[in-house]
């Protein structure tokens, strides 16, 4: 996992960089996270034109043509590391009104109650809001 921004009350959002993180946040939230990170990063490999010529180099801009345009999965953790809310943003983090945000705490719950304090400051870090009612998919 790679650090992204801190929150208030000792909280830490991070990004999930691959399968094996998406796959025990799942675990660890009771979620499917693991299932649309491997789609999204499915799809990003999928959409890598190498650059015309590359033989063994074929493969060499990969990565950070992933990262310009899979959606960035983060997590939001405690102190301790315990999980409590998991986030799915455009690529790049970059605002995109194609693009569906996604918010959920444990088991799909809402995190927005208890976090919203750590929610407003990923959405601060990235220069726009993460309201509730946009972001959390879940209607209760």
Do not use: Q
Request: hydrophobic share 35%; with cysteine.
């Amino acid at each position: 996992m790679k650090f992204v921004c801190d929150a208030p009350g000792g909280k830490t959002w991070f990004a999930l960089e691959t399968e094996a993180e998406a796959e025990a946040e799942a675990a660890l939230m009771r979620h499917a996270v693991d299932r649309y990170f491997k789609t999204e990063r499915d799809k990003a490999v999928s959409s890598y034109a190498p650059p015309a010529g590359a033989s063994f180099e074929r493969d060499i801009g990969l990565k950070s043509h992933i990262g310009r345009v899979m959606p960035l999965f983060l997590t939001l953790r405690d102190g301790e590391g315990g999980g409590l809310a998991t986030a799915m943003l455009p690529p790049r983090g970059e605002p995109s009104e194609r693009f569906r945000v996604i918010i959920v705490g444990p088991g799909n719950a809402d995190p927005y109650p208890e976090h919203a304090d750590a929610i407003d400051a990923l959405g601060a870090h990235y220069g726009y809001d993460l309201p509730r009612s946009e972001c959390y998919p879940y209607r209760g």
